[in-house]
């Protein structure tokens, strides 16, 4: 269900056509790593930390904060 | 995965008389049906799997749906009740058995009651106790034997909500004409509930939250970041402020949006409403008048009834009816006797007495003596009328005429002196004074029976206009929808109706005009996004650009993601509800239309049903009207992406149809639930050999259809005999 | 002595009733409203009604002398202007047999002889009424009356169908 989540947001196609999502990135994608793609890796994180781990906001953003150094 | 029923049994519920044991369903996957006539337990039977999910049951008298605490000495069985001895306890009981793959659950519901006296009544709850048991579960491994029962409320809600999931309960548990209600095709909320849970669009509400969250905040940090550098601009800080200021009247906007949304389903819904009402208000109205003016009349004969009643007792000593004279016949004549008697007597005792008194000159006077004024006129005109001649002054004739004036008067004064007392009078005004209720003694039995004929019918057109009354009260009773009854009248109907259209298309216009606010102020906040990156001084690091392009990047598309689904969603349940509605009227002659789905300014889902030509398509049979929100249910279903796990359960949802529709309706459910029970009476033929019609002989054959039931009520019972038997005959 | 005075002197008097039945008043005769029972209007009603079923019934019952006795109301008051007490003398009258006297005789009678006439004719008045009304006291108290508005039409009724 989550993970339906993930695919769904990859797929819209402004996003995907920006950083080029491919279709096999798609199915590949999880809520775990590899990840092909730094926006994979983001929408992974937020959506890992806020739905399933159920942290807060700050945490979450916190843990968003690091992926980007 | 999916939930199936395995067997539910009943105990003295309703019409199922007797033991679990006596009136058990065993069921299994795919169809399964029970036949019964009208009366044959249907919607008793439904109403237990009410019980089992609701508490509740319908009250088949108001058909409104009634807790179970209130109905249960109703719930009992009739004739359980009637062969009850006092302080006996009758079990009622509900029990469902259902499993899943790895194990079978045994839900049991019930309660007990006694009767208090020998002459309890039947409906009376007065009359008995009422002692209701606590919910029963218990399960077993499907490989073990034994049941355990469960103790956590926990545990027994996610048991019961297995059986079959709480969401979408209504769409699978329907009874009649219920199934109507579920999907109203005028009613703009009616299916979002279904469509949210199962898009899970909640989940993609929070994304679009977090997604924003953390763009604001990556936001916030870039402009901490450049703030704090000097070389950044008077401009830079400018445009930012500018930037702000717009979010903050987007926030506000988004807000307003929010109440116009609220306004508009509000109204919308009351609308609608009114609408229903005001077609009826009108013949609701002349009802009330007819009603009006009957209680005025029944009023006015309440009032002769009970003066005629109150004033009973004073028919005895009114002198109209002197009542109190009866069986005094007697009496009377012998009064009448003694007066004649004592007038005699008094007679002769007066003849005596004046023959005694010698030197009294008075005689008694002849009886047919002219009177003292005819006497004066004799003298006067000096004749005598007696025999018809002169009498001259001072002649004889004339003197004799002088002395009988003078002994008149004379007379009169002496005979006083002639009793001590005289009560000639006194008894004459008696006789006088009680005539009224002599003369009516013969007429007093009639006088009676009249009164007692007057008063009976003065009763009768009581009862008249009382049934009167009741009939128009029901008649008028079916145009009332809901509790509606308050709104007394039509005008005021019709200003509420015109009030909440105003609203409604404010509210419309409202949302419209917002909504283009929000887009403009989105669009403009943009651009200052992409101005202020152009303005952003040389050395801010390029992390936090970055960081902030695909935050904004990725909350965008969470917001268009989630519009994206919602809306595929509801072109998903388009496509299969064409799909499910062309099935189910396979069978029809007519060719049906098409099921549109479309979304309303509100956000929530219209329905419409087009014909080829887009045009919309009214007064449809009640069939296809049917089918119609059958299709749409069952789409509701089928679009579950794992495939939906629970079972149907539907009362006679099919009683408008025709065979042709009947059909239709159970190939397709087999393909879209994993299991049905359907309670149905139109295969139902008193006269065939097996008591099913030719459709019912059909699905006898086929393979689809795994079990059929045929509850049968003994011929010729009592009301409180009835009971139902069953069965199995597949 | 005038029939107008004669008259008078039998209307002046006040006829008695024992404390015994006096519950029966209460619950039989209750001027201002409804009561469980069927009821007359003024308590006369009542007494008249009471005399006459002991006529029916055949029954007198003497009134013990003292402070058992109550009063009524003199009998001028019950609804003298109605045949009311026409009837009621006439009904006494044709009984003077039973009562003691002869009415050609009343006519030569001294004041002091007529009072005991008069005399005569209450006690038969209250005899008759207790027994009326001791007859409706074990009714009632028996519980034999029923609560219909038919109570006392129907009582007298029988009684008087019942006679042939």
Redesign the interface.
């Known amino acids: 269900?989550?993970n339906?989540?993930l695919e769904?947001?990859l797929?819209?196609k402004?996003?995907s056509s920006?950083?080029n999502i491919t279709e096999e990135m798609i199915n590949k994608a999880k809520l775990a790593p590899p990840y092909e793609n730094?926006?994979i890796e983001?929408?992974a994180m937020?959506?890992k930390s806020?739905?399933v781990d159920m942290h807060g906001?700050i945490t979450?953003?916190n843990q968003?904060?690091n992926l980007?150094? | 995965m999916a939930s199936i029923i395995n067997q539910i049994s009943f105990q003295n519920f309703f019409n199922y008389f007797g033991s679990l044991e006596d009136n058990t369903y065993e069921f299994s996957e795919g169809v399964n049906i029970v036949v019964a006539d009208n009366g044959g337990g249907k919607s008793k039977f439904f109403n237990g799997f009410l019980w089992i999910f609701y508490d509740e049951i319908l009250d088949s008298d108001t058909k409104t749906r009634k807790n179970i605490k209130n109905q249960a000495v109703k719930v009992c069985s009739d004739k359980a009740k009637n062969e009850a001895a006092v302080n006996d306890l009758i079990e009622c009981n509900v029990v469902l058995e259902f499993s899943d793959n790895r194990f079978r659950y045994r839900i049991c519901k019930g309660f007990r009651i006694r009767k208090s006296k020998s002459d309890s009544s039947l409906t009376e709850s007065s009359d008995w106790q009422v002692f209701f048991k606590d919910l029963e579960i218990s399960k077993r491994d499907l490989q073990l034997l034994e049941f355990h029962e469960v103790y956590d409320d926990e545990e027994h809600k996610r048991i019961l909500n297995k059986l079959i999931q709480p969401n979408l309960r209504e769409y699978s548990l329907f009874q009649g004409e219920e199934v109507d209600k579920l999907i109203d095709f005028n009613q703009a909320d009616s299916l979002n509930r279904a469509v949210k849970s199962l898009t899970n669009i909640n989940k993609y509400d929070e994304l679009e939250k977090i997604t924003k969250y953390v763009a604001d905040r990556a936001e916030k940090d870039m402009n901490d970041r450049v703030a704090s550098n000097d070389a950044a601009s008077q401009n830079y800080r400018e445009k930012l402020d500018e930037k702000e200021t717009k979010r903050n009247s987007l926030e506000s906007e988004i807000e307003k949006l929010e109440s116009y949304e609220h306004s508009y389903t509000e109204n919308k819904g009351e609308v609608d409403k009114l609408e229903g009402l005001n077609e009826n208000a009108e013949a609701r109205k002349e009802f009330d008048d007819k009603i009006k003016d009957q209680n005025g009349k029944l009023k006015a004969l309440k009032e002769e009834y009970d003066r005629l009643v109150e004033k009973l007792n004073e028919r005895f000593f009114d002198g109209g009816f002197g009542w109190i004279a009866m069986g005094c016949e007697k009496g009377v004549s012998s009064f009448k006797e003694k007066l004649n008697k004592y007038r005699e007597v008094r007679t002769i005792k007066k003849v005596s007495i004046l023959s005694d008194d010698s030197n009294n000159q008075i005689n008694l006077l002849p009886p047919d003596s002219p009177d003292s004024v005819t006497l004066q006129t004799m003298v006067e005109r000096e004749h005598c009328y007696v025999c018809n001649r002169e009498a001259k002054e001072d002649t004889e004739p004339w003197k004799h005429i002088v002395s009988l004036l003078n002994r008149k008067e004379l007379g009169q004064n002496k005979s006083v002196q002639m009793f001590k007392n005289d009560l000639n009078d006194f008894f004459g005004d008696i006789q006088l004074g009680a005539q009224s209720y002599v003369g009516r003694i013969g007429g007093i039995q009639q006088s009676i029976l009249r009164t007692r004929e007057k008063e009976q019918e003065l009763l009768e057109r009581i009862t008249r206009i009382k049934d009167k009354v009741k009939n128009l009260k029901d008649e008028r009773s079916y145009l009332i929808i809901g509790d509606e009854d308050d709104m007394a009248d039509a005008r005021q109907i019709m200003g509420q109706y015109k009030g909440a259209l105003t609203r409604l298309q404010k509210a419309e216009d409202d949302i419209v005009k917002a909504k283009n606010r929000i887009a403009s102020l989105n669009e403009s906040i943009r651009k200052d996004e992409n101005e202020l990156g152009r303005m952003r001084p040389e050395d801010t690091p390029k992390e936090y650009e970055l960081h902030l392009d695909i935050a904004s990047d990725l909350r965008d598309a969470a917001q268009r993601t989630r519009i994206r689904v919602f809306d595929g969603m509801i072109l998903k349940l388009e496509k299969e509800a064409n799909q499910h509605f062309q099935n189910l009227i396979k069978y029809n002659e007519l060719a049906g239309g098409i099921l549109r789905f479309k979304k309303n300014p509100r956000g929530t889902i219209d329905f419409k049903y087009l014909d080829e030509e887009g045009n919309e398509v009214t007064g449809a049979s009640e069939g296809f009207q049917r089918m119609k929100v059958l299709a749409v249910l069952m789409a509701v279903i089928s679009v579950n992406p794992y495939g939906y796990l629970y079972p149907l359960l539907a009362d006679a949802p099919l009683s408008a149809f025709g065979q042709g529709f009947i059909k239709g309706f159970f190939e397709e459910t087999d393909k879209v639930f994993p299991q049905s029970i359907i309670l149905i009476k139109d295969l139902y033929d008193r006269d065939s050999e097996n008591k099913l019609n030719k459709l019912g002989g059909e699905l006898l054959k086929d393979a689809s259809v795994s079990t059929i039931y045929l509850n049968q009520i003994p011929k010729d019972l009592k009301q409180i005999e009835v009971y139902t038997e069953h069965k199995k005959i597949k | 002595m005038t029939s107008n005075e004669f008259r008078e002197v039998i209307l002046k008097k006040t006829p008695k009733y024992s404390v015994s039945v006096e519950y029966l008043f209460e619950k039989l005769a209750n001027k201002q409203g409804k009561g469980e029972f069927s009821q007359f209007g003024p308590l006369y009603e009542l007494y008249i009604y009471a005399f006459y079923l002991g006529l029916k019934i055949r029954s007198r019952i003497e009134l013990a002398s003292g402070s058992n006795a109550k009063k009524f109301v003199e009998i001028a008051g019950w609804k003298s202007s109605s045949p009311l007490i026409d009837f009621l003398l006439l009904t006494i009258f044709s009984r003077s047999d039973e009562i003691g006297f002869d009415w050609n005789e009343l006519e030569d009678m001294e004041e002091k002889e007529l009072a005991e006439v008069v005399r005569k004719v209450v006690v038969f008045i209250e005899e008759y009424a207790y027994g009326g009304l001791d007859y409706l006291k074990n009714k009632f108290d028996s519980g034999q009356l029923d609560n219909s508005q038919y109570l006392f039409v129907d009582l007298l009724s029988d009684l008087v169908l019942n006679k042939d």
């Open positions: 269900m989550i339906n989540l769904e947001v797929r819209d402004v996003l920006k950083y730094k926006v983001y929408l937020i959506i806020k739905m906001d979450v953003y968003i904060k980007i150094k």
